[in-house]
């Protein structure tokens, strides 16, 4: 009887050690090299994603920041060798990046689709590569960091607790040395130069279409009003336009045919529109130095909200509002406001 004990309380024994877990967080173990395939960095069910969102969401709370309002990007793979889907996150949007990189958070898979936080990382560029080679139990994380004239890549290694917080600081990796399996993320860091360029020549280009024919007496009005309108704190979107308006309007001011349009956006823009003395002073001063406008007007991007002043008996007046209707001009002193 007694040796039936033993040999039940020796297999109890066998069975407790055998099914232990590793526990991949607190590994120690040293360097070494895994072989991956790109099947082994993909995206997870939707029930886990809403999981990451909401560990994204008390995350960000601890900024005083919210998950709609910051643009993110999310990646899943194994990190750690548990047959378990890991999360890394970059917050892509412009509060979360600079030029030499954004803010990337590693979560660690723990099961049932649940996860943790195991590191906070900035500043890091796109693209990122999980690498072949571990330390502690977790895959190396290649991240390119830097500006766009000094770009390098570094390795950031596991050190028992998580990831390097400073991306910055890590060694350099050359590319010749990368291997494994290459995460694509867009973020504002990964502009590049040509896009940031061709974007400069378009708007450059509008400018040039908004000012061209005008006097230097004229030009040096309107960016004087450019210039105001950009100094306003919150202002978004700001754009300006010339257009013709001699088929809108009846009964025009002699040779002033032209409309200047301010296009403006952000809490800026909305102030602005809310401001008779500034839009008035603007007006008055571009109207009175350029003969062929007759009107200038401030609309606030992608809304109805628009104000427009002019010429009217000699003295530049605000324009009443009038609904949109059939006919087929506006008398000159009218805004159509839906």
Request: proline share 3%; with cysteine; net charge positive.
């Amino acid at each position: 009887m007694k040796k039936n004990v033993l040999i039940l309380g020796l297999l109890a024994s066998i069975s407790l050690f055998g099914c232990a877990q590793k526990d991949y967080l607190s590994s120690t173990d040293g360097d070494s090299e895994v072989t991956n395939s790109a099947s082994n960095v993909s995206a997870t069910t939707e029930e886990s994603k809403g999981l990451i969102e909401s560990s994204l969401g008390e995350y960000l709370k601890t900024k005083s920041l919210k998950l709609e309002d910051t643009p993110h990007k999310v990646q899943y793979t194994d990190l750690n060798g548990d047959n378990i889907k890991d999360a890394l996150t970059i917050f892509t949007g412009s509060k979360s990046c600079t030029d030499n990189g954004c803010n990337m958070l590693v979560h660690q898979g723990i099961g049932d689709n649940k996860f943790k936080l195991v590191s906070d990382i900035a500043p890091v560029k796109s693209p990122i590569t999980i690498s072949e080679k571990t330390t502690g139990g977790w895959r190396d994380v290649i991240a390119n960091v830097g500006s766009e004239a000094k770009p390098k890549n570094v390795a950031l290694k596991f050190d028992g607790k998580g990831y390097p917080e400073n991306a910055s600081s890590q060694p350099i990796i050359e590319d010749s040395e990368i291997k494994g399996d290459k995460l694509a993320f867009e973020t504002e860091a990964n502009k590049s130069k040509k896009t940031v360029d061709n974007k400069k020549a378009d708007a450059d280009k509008a400018d040039k279409t908004a000012t061209a024919g005008l006097s230097s007496k004229c030009q040096a009005a309107i960016d004087a009003g450019k210039t105001e309108v950009a100094n306003v704190s919150g202002i978004g979107v700001n754009k300006s336009s010339k257009n013709d308006i001699s088929s809108i309007y009846q009964n025009l001011p002699k040779e002033r045919s032209v409309q200047y349009q301010f296009t403006v956006g952000g809490s800026g823009g909305k102030n602005i529109v809310y401001s008779p003395v500034f839009m008035s002073k603007i007006s008055k001063n571009i109207i009175s130095n350029c003969n062929n406008i007759g009107s200038v007007k401030f609309e606030v991007d992608q809304t109805d909200n628009r104000v427009a002043y002019g010429l009217v008996k000699d003295s530049v007046k605000k324009f009443d509002c009038t609904s949109p209707t059939a006919k087929s001009k506006l008398k000159w002193g009218e805004i159509s406001c839906p």
